[in-house]
Structure formats: structure tokens, C-alpha cells
């Protein structure tokens, strides 16, 4: 794990009300040519700026401008304030289990003037059960083990609407290659590599399928120069 990936102590950053003592500061990253600003905090995931997985997850986030997204496990909120940016039309909800997170993201949508965003507290989907998104998009705590990521990946295409997508970035010691190889085996529509960087991937997967004119449509969009289905 990075510096800038630790929670500032052993505790979990997946933890509900984290008791490391608290030590605010400011980050900032530019994206789409606006300078956005983030307080974040100790307790929470990336406190030291953000992680090279987050990162690629951003510059690979591509979206229509009435997308209705989940960012699910949004920790200080860089992942769904950039989707707010990006679907400026549309709507962005963003849900962790830690409070502290929760606190800081909901900061951070007033700091960055986010009208079309809310965040919500509790884990995986229970904040939004019986509510479906055109994307979900995750940077999950792949230490809390197999088990309960699986049990994500499995709970995730009810909660898509037709057409739509799971946007999942891991590295290799986290086992994203197996989560990859799982995805293409038990999801109905196609799982690609969006991008890759500093041993981490973006993994793309249909839950239904679709048009390829429709996924090619897309502003912006894609693929891997490997093609995106290579290993």
C-alpha cells in the first residue's frame, strides 16, 4: 500500500466512526481545466492526497451529461465530484460507512459548487436500495476480503439501470485479475480494461447488453490499447 493510500493509523478506513484524532488539510487536483479543492482528513481513505488508483479511475471516468451515478465508498468525494463535473445534467450519488468520510464529501460538494450530487451513510448498497444508476463506479476496501467484494460484484447489476455500467479500479496484489476473470464469467454483458497505470487497472463491465453504436456514442469514450480484453 502507498503513503498516500493509508488511513494515518492501523485503524480501518472502512470503519463507521473512526477514532484516529483528527488532522485536517487541503488537497487539490485539476480536472477538465477547474482547479477543484478537497478538505480531507485522518480516518478516512487517500488522507494524504490522492491514490494513483483513484487517479486512473478519474481520467478514465467517462460519462453522459444526464448519467445518473453511484459512487460507491466515495471517502473524501474525489470520485464523485468529478463525476458531478461531468454529468452536469444529471445526478450523482455518493456513500461510504465512515462518518468522517461522510462529512468530508459532503464538504466538498459545497467547496466545489456541486448542486447535483448528495451523499449518503452506510455500506455498499444499503443507502440506495431499490434504486438503479446508469454507472456505478467503486475504488473498493479489497482488504475487508474476497468474500465480501464478491458479495458487491454480485449485488450490482440490480442496482443498474439497462445499458448500464460498473466502473471498478484494483491493482494486482489486490487481486484484480481474479475479479476480472469473475466478472467475464458470471455478468451478461461485456468486461473490458479501460485504462492501466502503476500496476492498477479500470475494469469496465456491462451488466445487460447493449448496441455497440450506443457504447460507442459515448463523448469521450475509449478503450485500452490492448484491445480490453487481454489479461
Given amino acids: 500500500m502507498s503513503e498516500a493510500e493509508r488511513p494515518g493509523s492501523d485503524e480501518p478506513y472502512w470503519t463507521e466512526r473512526p477514532r484516529s484524532r483528527s488532522a485536517p488539510t487541503e488537497r487539490r487536483f485539476l480536472y477538465r481545466g477547474e482547479l477543484l479543492s478537497f478538505a480531507v482528513d485522518a480516518g478516512v481513505f487517500s488522507s494524504h492526497g490522492i491514490d494513483p488508483g483513484t487517479a486512473l479511475l478519474i481520467e478514465n ?6 448519467d445518473r451515478v453511484l459512487d460507491l465508498g466515495c471517502g473524501w468525494g474525489a470520485v464523485g465530484v468529478a463525476a458531478a463535473k ?14 468522517r468520510a461522510v462529512r468530508l464529501a459532503r464538504q466538498n460538494l459545497a467547496r466545489n459548487r456541486v448542486a447535483n450530487a448528495e451523499v ?3 455500506p455498499f448498497f444499503e443507502p440506495v436500495a431499490g434504486e438503479r444508476f446508469d454507472v456505478i463506479v467503486t475504488n473498493p ?10 458479495r458487491l460484484l454480485e449485488e450490482a447489476p ?11 479500479v484494483g491493482k ?9 476473470a469473475w466478472l467475464r464469467e458470471h455478468w451478461s454483458g461485456p468486461v473490458e480494461v479501460l485504462g492501466r497505470g502503476s ?10 447488453s447493449e448496441p455497440p453504436a450506443a457504447r460507442a456514442a459515448l463523448p469521450g469514450r475509449r478503450r485500452s490499447s490492448s484491445g480490453g480484453r487481454s489479461a
Fill in 120 to 122: 449518503r451513510v452506510g
Fill in 141 to 150: 476496501p479489497y482488504r475487508i476480503g474476497r468474500e465480501r467484494i464478491l
Fill in 86 to 99: 461531468a454529468c452536469p445534467r444529471g445526478q450523482v450519488i455518493l456513500t461510504d460507512v465512515n462518518r
Fill in 61 to 66: 471516468l467517462v460519462l453522459a451529461p444526464t
Fill in 158 to 168: 440490480a442496482h443498474l439501470a439497462p445499458g448500464g455500467r460498473l466502473l471498478l
Fill in 172 to 180: 494486482g496484489s489486490e487481486g484484480i485479475r481474479f475479479y476480472q
Fill in 199 to 208: 500496476g492498477y487497472r479500470v475494469l469496465e463491465a456491462g451488466a445487460r
